[in-house]
């Protein structure tokens, strides 16, 4: 009896295992059968139109992103084009001129005194020059324009921010020593001074009063340098902004406008452009925000 027991449970136990075989056999041709289905076969379309859509999505939303980010590259090259050619044409009209006067003035009082001590010139004779007591109207320049461009609308390197942020100081101290200048010509025409009172303003020397008063001086020599760097800085800025510019467009391929250029030639030719010797460490490293001998000495 004990033996047709065992029998009985092995015989139960081969046809659980047979169960199960069957299943699994059956339940992988439902699963194939749901695979080649329409439904499946629709269910797999569907997912890759979306994933394919999506994918589009995001390049054409990178291609329009590079395209506003060109135009706004081109907006902030004509704004710093615009700053070039404003000192440009400032300088051609009133600083070169002024600034080589005024050397040419200090050198001849110079040599004047000279002769003078050396007994050559008679001791009542006194230094006669023409003081330019011409003001002149602060320079108004695009630099929130452009500040607003690359600090929101373009993704460029650090050193042109650097560059940026001495064009502004640069510009900033500019306007500063024309209003300095200014003061000081409204003080001498409403005191009326002229001659040896005249002179030590003019030429920044002592006074009878032992005083010392270098605010024209200053303004002058302060306005022309600062012209030559608000020119170069707006011409660096340009280029590394046309730089990046191009950059942009050869990822965007054929379809992206093109870059602004600046012309400059005829500024050059006109001996309008400063030196690039006088700015080689500005050309190798970001600009420093430290300040200049001019900054804080008109208040």
């Known amino acids: 009896m004990t033996s047709d027991l065992l029998t009985n449970e092995k015989k139960g136990w081969e046809m659980d295992i047979a169960d199960v075989v069957n299943f699994a056999f059956s339940f992988k041709a439902q699963i194939v059968s749901i695979a080649e289905s329409n439904f499946t076969t629709a269910l797999a379309g569907a997912w890759g139109g979306a994933w394919a859509a999506q994918k589009s999505a995001e390049a054409d939303n990178k291609k329009r992103r590079l395209l506003d980010e060109i135009r706004s590259t081109n907006a902030a090259i004509s704004a710093a084009f615009s700053i070039t050619n404003t000192f440009c044409g400032i300088k051609k009209q009133?600083?070169?001129?002024?600034?080589?006067?005024?050397?040419?003035?200090?050198?001849?009082?110079?040599?004047?005194?000279?002769?003078?001590?050396?007994?050559?010139?008679k001791n009542e004779e006194p230094f006669a020059f023409d003081a330019d007591l011409h003001s002149f109207y602060k320079v108004s320049t695009p630099i929130e324009t452009l500040k607003t461009l690359l600090f929101e609308k373009i993704s460029i390197s650090g050193h042109a921010l650097g560059l940026l942020d001495a064009l502004e100081l640069s510009i900033l101290g500019v306007n500063e020593l024309i209003e300095s200048r200014n003061r000081v010509i409204d003080e001498c025409q409403q005191q009326r001074l002229d001659g040896q009172a005249l002179a030590c303003v003019y030429f920044g020397i002592k006074d009878s009063a032992n005083r010392v008063d270098e605010r024209y001086s200053h303004a002058v020599r302060g306005i022309a340098d600062l012209t030559d760097d608000c020119i170069?800085?707006?011409?660096?800025?340009?280029?590394?902004?046309?730089?990046?510019?191009?950059?942009?467009?050869?990822?965007?391929?054929?379809?992206?406008?093109?870059?602004?250029?600046?012309?400059?030639?005829k500024a050059e030719g006109d001996g309008l452009i400063p030196s690039v010797e006088n700015y080689t460490d500005w050309i190798q490293e970001p600009m420093s925000s430290e300040k200049k001998w001019w900054q804080g000495i008109f208040k």
Do not use: W
């Not at 006067?101 to 000279?114: A, N």
């Open 94 to 121: 009133h600083i070169r001129e002024l600034r080589e006067k005024y050397d040419q003035q200090c050198k001849d009082r110079e040599d004047f005194i000279e002769k003078h001590e050396k007994g050559l010139m």
């Open 232 to 265: 170069f800085l707006s011409k660096l800025l340009g280029e590394a902004l046309n730089a990046h510019g191009q950059k942009l467009k050869r990822t965007l391929g054929k379809k992206s406008p093109s870059i602004v250029n600046m012309d400059l030639s």
